[in-house]
Nanobody, 124 residues
Framework: EVKLVESGGGLVQAGGSLRLSCTAS????????IGWFRQAPGKAREAVSC????????YYSDSVRGRFTISSDAAENTVYLQMNSLKFEDTAVYYC?????????????????WGQGTQVTVSS
């Protein structure tokens, strides 16, 4: 059974940091790309960042580039999203998703599997 489990969300003050984790099971980790997406109330889902577990290429949205860092640990089957200098507008439910082949893309429709999400709330 394919499973993606997000963790690490929570409440943080603006300017603070959080690290999200996405732990995968049930598929060959190196053959997939993992993307992070977020959705705030009343807003459309947006791509945040993505990493290919094959060649470690990455993508960042303009809104997070320079503040967020994505990384992948094949030994732990886990992708991390280090979020620094958090802003109120980063508040959202964050989802991770897996895509085969392991190409980097912000197109959510291409992703095969999704986690349940973790809430990130940034207080101003």
């Amino acid at each position: 059974e394919v499973k993606l489990v997000e963790s690490g969300g929570g409440l943080v003050q603006a300017g603070g940091s959080l690290r999200l984790s996405c732990t995968a099971s049930g598929f060959a980790f190196d053959g997939y790309a993992i993307g992070w997406f977020r959705q705030a109330p009343g807003k459309a889902r947006e791509a945040v960042s993505c990493i290919s577990n094959f060649d470690k290429s990455t993508y960042y949205s303009d809104s997070v580039r320079g503040r967020f860092t994505i990384s992948s640990d094949a030994a732990e089957n886990t992708v991390y999203l280090q979020m620094n200098s958090l802003k109120f507008e980063d508040t959202a439910v964050y989802y991770c998703a897996a895509l085969k082949p392991p190409i980097v893309t912000a197109n959510a429709a291409m992703y095969d599997y999704w986690g349940q999400g973790t809430q990130v709330t940034v207080s101003s």
